[in-house]
T-cell receptor
């Protein structure tokens, strides 16, 4: 069983719509959760992190965490063509893991005009 | 902003060569990581380091070694390059082990072994 799972997509949404990206994880002791955006040919860049149950908003982005269901999601409101990228979910197990992050395989998002 | 610099953007090496990939960060971070990224496989951890001269194996260490002689520099070594090591290699740095710390990635090195 994969530790961090994402739907690989591609997810296609029209410009202005809400894009919803989902991630599940297997380690119930996981402490913090990160969303990275990766443009084609580029390295990942951090866009959000969350460690408490509930929602966290930053501009057009909202991260949602449900530890009981072992589920984390990223909502992108008013999607723009510039949001087209691969979105990576990453999980920190905490404890003595020295801050290692385990990544999902990523969801490809395409926002079409 | 933290800057993580990887010495080469593209490299082409021959099978059997010893290959050095260099990574330097400028924020005095303790934790540094090497991943490789392959289509369909995502990011896989090769090695990481939590202090100078300290290293730990990740999920796929076979065929690789690392060196961390100074805090700012973390090197990945391919002892004898093989074609199955053709990949994108990403170095990352992390400011701490607390919940709020994410990675900052370097720009990546695309290695082709022929």
């Amino acid at each position: 069983q994969k530790e961090v799972e994402q739907n690989s997509g591609p997810l296609s949404v029209p410009e202005g719509a809400i894009a919803s990206l989902n991630c599940t994880y297997s380690d119930r002791g996981s402490q913090s959760f990160f969303w990275y955006r990766q443009y084609s040919g580029k390295s990942p860049e951090l866009i959000m992190f969350i460690y408490s149950n509930g929602d966290k908003e930053d501009g057009r982005f909202t991260a949602q965490l449900n530890k009981a269901s072992q589920y984390v999601s990223l909502l992108i409101r008013d999607s723009q063509p510039s949001d087209s990228a691969t979105y990576l979910c990453a999980v920190n197990a905490g404890g003595t893991s020295y801050g290692k992050l385990t990544f999902g395989q990523g969801t490809i998002l395409t926002v079409h005009p | 902003d933290v800057k993580v610099t990887q010495s080469s953007r593209y490299l082409v090496k021959r099978t059997g060569e010893k290959v050095f990939l260099e990574c330097v960060q400028d924020m005095d971070h303790e934790n540094m990581f090497w991943y490789r990224q392959d289509p369909g496989l995502g990011l896989r951890l090769i090695y990481f380091s939590y202090d100078v001269k300290m290293k730990e194996k990740g999920d796929i260490p076979e065929g690789y070694s690392v060196s961390r002689e100074k805090k700012e520099r973390f090197s990945l070594i391919l002892e004898s390059a093989s074609t199955n090591q053709t990949s994108m290699y990403l170095c990352a740095s992390r400011g701490g082990t607390g919940a709020i710390y994410g990675y900052t990635f370097g720009s990546g090195t695309r290695l082709t072994v022929v």
